[in-house]
């Protein structure tokens, strides 16, 4: 079965870190293009971050130079490294992928709290 | 690129048809041929789902009453009978150029 499974949310101060992870299962992240999603309380879909099957990455205006999306093959992982954080980064994240289309496999979502 | 979605809210009786109208800026048509618009539904509580890919395909699963239309910067996501099951948020994203949502559309049930 093909399967997202987010971890690594919580709460945090603002200027602090996080990192986010995105473990996969019954596919390869290497073989599908990976993003992140984040949804604010009450509020739509915001796509975050994108990582390619060449390694090759992109990120929304919002969070470029504070955020971080890689992968760890050996671990069939992906991650968001979140720096600098702020109070609008307060959201429900998720990952996602495009196996067969875009956004075709979502996890069920990670809580980053981000309050002073 | 920006999506824009109407209406934003929807009150159906169930059994009656819907339709959500969603627009971009730029067209959504690629140079490979496909055009890159998405459906999703997002219910309360859950991950979003996919309904609908490249504006008229419908994913594993979706039920025939789901369907999808359109070309360019004009698409409308349309349920022929709307159930019980199928209230939530519906999103139109495009693909493109990275991805890009529109704003949603709450529908609920009369």
């Known amino acids: 079965e093909v399967q997202l499974v987010e971890s690594g949310g919580g709460l945090i101060q603002p200027g602090g870190s996080l990192r986010l992870s995105c473990a996969a299962s019954?596919?390869?992240?290497?073989?599908?293009?990976m993003s992140w999603v984040r949804q604010a309380p009450g509020k739509g879909l915001e796509w975050v971050s994108v990582?390619?099957?060449?390694?090759?990455?992109n990120s929304a205006d919002s969070v470029k130079g504070r955020f971080i999306i890689s992968r760890d093959n050996s671990k069939n992982t992906v991650y968001l490294q979140m720096n600098s954080l702020r109070a609008e980064d307060t959201a429900v994240y998720y990952c996602?992928?495009?196996?067969?289309?875009?956004?075709?496999?979502w996890g069920k979502g990670t809580t980053v709290t981000v309050f002073s | 690129i920006v999506m824009t979605q109407t209406p934003l809210s929807l009150s159906v009786t169930p059994g009656q048809p819907a339709s959500i109208s969603c627009r971009s800026n730029?067209?959504?048509?690629?140079?490979?041929?496909?055009?890159?618009l998405y459906w999703y539904l997002q219910k309360s509580g859950q991950s979003p789902q996919l309904l609908i890919y490249?504006?008229?395909n419908r994913f594993s699963g979706v039920p025939e009453r789901f369907s999808g239309s359109g070309s360019g910067t004009d698409f409308t996501l349309k349920i022929s009978r709307v159930e019980a099951e199928d209230v939530g948020v519906y999103y139109c994203?495009?693909?493109?150029?990275?991805?890009?949502f529109g704003q949603g559309t709450k529908v609920e049930i009369k």
């Open positions: 990582i390619y099957t060449d390694g090759s990455v």
């Open positions: 730029q067209s959504l048509l690629h140079s490979d041929g496909r055009t890159y």
């Open positions: 490249e504006v008229s």
């Open positions: 994203m495009q693909s493109i150029h990275l991805w890009t």
């Open positions: 019954g596919f390869t992240v290497s073989s599908s293009y």
């Open positions: 996602a992928t495009a196996r067969v289309a875009a956004g075709d496999v």
